[in-house]
């Protein structure tokens, strides 16, 4: 809006740079341009504002396809006034001249006009398509229809106005026929989800019956392991046995050997004593042999004498002495 100063009977206007201000004095052009600011005399002037920046008019209709389904369009139509002078003798942009107000509503007017061609060529499209194809494709579809049908209406272009952009954000259809429509859709990927939920828990059946035949494996690893290692230490059990027998045999026959030779020894020995002994008792007996009985006598009494114990009393009876005597004198005769 523009910004008027009343100062008596005169007026200050003064525009904003996106604001193209038309100023007829007496029907004659007196200003025209965009970023004004002027003196004026209200009594004579007639001033236009329009609007040259970009604007954007939302839209939300409802249509119906060829199977009689209801969809709602949400779209947004961004313009611009291209020619503000050409707009400005079609559309009515005077404004107050104390106020600096539009007299109508210019805006509403435009939006009105671009909402009613772009719901035409919306309408006509979606009139044809089926309620699948105007789910799936109608976003793109209304876009480019709309766009290409506003480019080319002449009406546009009379009026001075340019079209930026289009976007068609939803084409939506009824909650419960939308709901219908996700119902198979909802159901396969459940399906897909139940599907992925039992091949995941197969192959943890079939990783747990891995893991378990892998144990089961183990173990019998171990069992033969174990078994072999019994095997191992019977056999060195027995080897040590053998070993140690044949050590204890070895041992026995040494001491065997040992004990033969030393009684061999021992009886070597006995037997070279005994020769030896008996070589003295032939000497001693061979010199005996040529002594009388006296003498062998009385040599035999000694060697008895020297061996009897110690004798405390002797008695000697006569016979004894007698005998004893007779044998001395018969050998000194």
Do not use: C
């Not at 020995?269 to 040529?290: F, K, M, P």
């Not at 004498?305 to 110690?310: E, R, T, V």
């Amino acid at each position: 809006m523009a910004d008027i100063t009343k100062f008596w009977f005169l007026r200050h206007l003064r525009a904003n740079a996106t604001a193209h201000i038309r100023h007829l004095n007496r029907a004659r052009l007196s200003h025209d341009g965009a970023g004004q600011a002027f003196w004026f005399r209200p009594l004579n002037a007639a001033l236009s504002e329009v609007p040259v920046d970009d604007r954007e008019q939302p839209l939300l209709f409802h249509a119906r396809t060829v199977d009689f389904q209801d969809v709602t369009v949400q779209a947004t139509i961004t313009y611009r006034v291209a020619d503000p002078a050409l707009a400005a003798t079609r559309i009515d942009f005077g404004i107050d001249p104390d106020t600096g107000a539009w007299r109508s509503r210019p805006l509403e007017q435009v939006g009105g006009l671009l909402t009613e061609l772009a719901q035409q060529h919306a309408l006509e499209l979606l009139g044809r398509m089926t309620l699948p194809q105007a789910l799936a494709e109608g976003m793109a579809a209304v876009r480019d229809r709309i766009t290409s049908g506003l480019t080319a209406d002449q009406r546009i272009a009379d009026t001075g106005l340019a079209i930026i952009d289009i976007r068609v954000v939803a084409v939506r259809a009824e909650a419960d026929v939308e709901r219908a429509l996700q119902t198979p859709t909802r159901e396969r990927v459940q399906q897909d989800s139940d599907k992925a939920t039992f091949e995941r828990r197969a192959l943890a059946v079939e990783r747990e019956r891995a893991i378990a035949e892998n144990e089961l494996q183990n173990q019998i690893e171990l069992a033969k392991r174990e078994e072999q290692l019994v095997t191992q230490k019977g056999q060195n059990e027995r080897k040590r046995a053998t070993e140690h027998a044949a050590a204890k045999w070895v041992e026995a026959e040494s001491k065997a050997d040992q004990q033969r030779l030393l009684a061999d020894a021992e009886a070597q020995a006995t037997r070279v004593v005994g020769l030896a002994q008996a070589e003295t008792e032939a000497a001693r007996l061979g010199a005996y042999r040529d002594l009388d009985n006296t003498t062998v006598l009385a040599l035999a009494l000694k060697e008895i004498a020297g061996n009897l114990p110690n004798i405390g009393t002797l008695n000697l009876t006569p016979d004894v002495l007698t005998e004893v005597l007779t044998g001395l004198t018969a050998g000194r005769q």
